[in-house]
């Protein structure tokens, strides 16, 4: 139901270029008990003050010298904030009805005025453009609380990310500041390579779950200080396979690509990677993007095997290979990528780093 004090307080705008008209239609209203009744002989004027303010009812003559009622009508389809125009027409030729309403018109007011049809119409027009009105103010607090719901919902995804990275943690205390770099070398190669916005804001958060499949590996194989013997790489390798399967089964587009990283983030390009040996675009993009980061900051980190190496050392063995790390093993679009944008990923470890650092 339409509260009455609303709708006595509608703002309602007559235009008319007959001074008379506008007194009697005034009047009537007033009587009813209407309270913001406004008026305007100048047809030209009407837009500019619909736009200003919107009224909820335009009593609108169809037939005034220099812009008729059509006219107007045809400038306020192009203004009217909700697309309802609340528009009741006044004339005196029926004729003219059907093709006002066509025009947009709500309904029609015959001259000369009857009191109790204009009250009536009034009343009816008024009534269905306040329930417009408030349907559209229910759709957007609907609209509002389906962005908070959204939001929560990417709340508790990134909640459940963080919690198996810090998981992570506890099995490798290097893995902390290793997994904010990924983070970031991540989004700035795939904003390289032109990604969306949705992919660039998933990898983000997908890419440090990488080595999740690490928190099954035996400490004594993942802490070794040396190099591993045959079966205990064999297990090493076995990570990808196991974060692939921690990560699998959950519905977040997270954790999907999570899981996707995790699985193929050590295949190579030319087919030589591993678990599966996958070659080319058969390895998902996102893992392409993620080999070539997990590379560049394995070289610039301190190894069993390895110091750590300078960027200019680093980006040379990755553009040029060092017989371990080769060129081909990347995807040249993202070798390309990683060429053009490397003094970002320079930038991204300097300001994120925790591992002894070769100037």
């Given at each position: 139901m339409i509260d009455q004090v609303q709708l006595r307080a509608?703002?309602?705008?007559?235009?008319?270029?007959?001074?008379?008209?506008?007194?009697l239609l005034s009047q009537m209203l007033a009587n009813e008990g209407y309270t913001a009744v406004s008026s305007t002989m100048d047809p030209f004027a009407v837009c500019s003050l619909h736009r200003k303010q919107p009224f909820d009812?335009?009593?609108?003559?169809?037939?005034?010298?220099?812009?008729?009622g059509f006219e107007v009508m045809a400038g306020l389809q192009e203004i009217e904030p909700t697309g309802y125009l609340p528009v009741l027409v006044v004339t005196a030729q029926p004729d003219q009805k059907l093709r006002a309403l066509k025009a947009g018109a709500k309904d029609f007011v015959s001259k000369p005025f009857e009191m109790a049809e204009v009250l009536a119409r009034v009343r009816n027009v008024l009534e269905v453009r306040l329930l417009y009105q408030r349907l559209g103010a229910h759709n957007v607090e609907l609209q509002a609380r389906v962005v908070e719901r959204t939001s929560e919902l990417h709340d508790s995804y990134l909640e459940a990310i963080f919690t198996m990275m810090r998981a992570a943690e506890h099995k490798d205390e290097d893995t902390g500041a290793h997994v904010q770099r990924i983070s970031y070398y991540s989004r700035a190669l795939a904003e390289k390579l032109g990604m969306d916005d949705v992919f660039i804001d998933q990898i983000f958060f997908a890419s440090p779950m990488h080595d999740i499949g690490k928190i099954g590996i035996p400490d004594s194989i993942l802490l070794k200080p040396g190099s591993f013997t045959g079966p205990e790489w064999a297990v090493m390798q076995g990570h990808a396979s196991k974060g692939a399967v921690i990560l699998g089964k959950g519905k977040s587009p997270y954790l999907q690509m999570g899981a996707?990283?995790?699985?193929?983030?050590?295949?190579?390009?030319?087919?030589?990677?591993y678990p599966s040996g996958k070659v080319g675009t058969g390895i998902p993009l996102s893992a392409r993007i993620m080999n070539i980061c997990d590379i560049y900051d394995a070289l610039r980190s301190k190894r069993p095997y390895k110091p750590p190496y300078d960027h200019d050392k680093s980006v040379d063995i990755i553009t040029h290979g060092d017989g371990r790390t080769e060129p081909q093993h990347f995807d040249p679009s993202v070798l390309a990528a990683f060429g053009e944008i490397q003094?970002?990923?320079?930038?991204?470890?300097?300001?994120?780093?925790?591992d002894p650092v070769a100037s």
């Open positions: 509608a703002r309602i705008l007559i235009v008319d270029d007959i001074e008379v008209n506008i007194r009812l335009i009593l609108l003559d169809l037939h005034m010298p220099g812009m008729n996707e990283i995790a699985l193929n983030h050590h295949e190579r390009f030319d087919g030589g990677g003094g970002s990923f320079r930038s991204i470890f300097e300001a994120h780093a925790n």
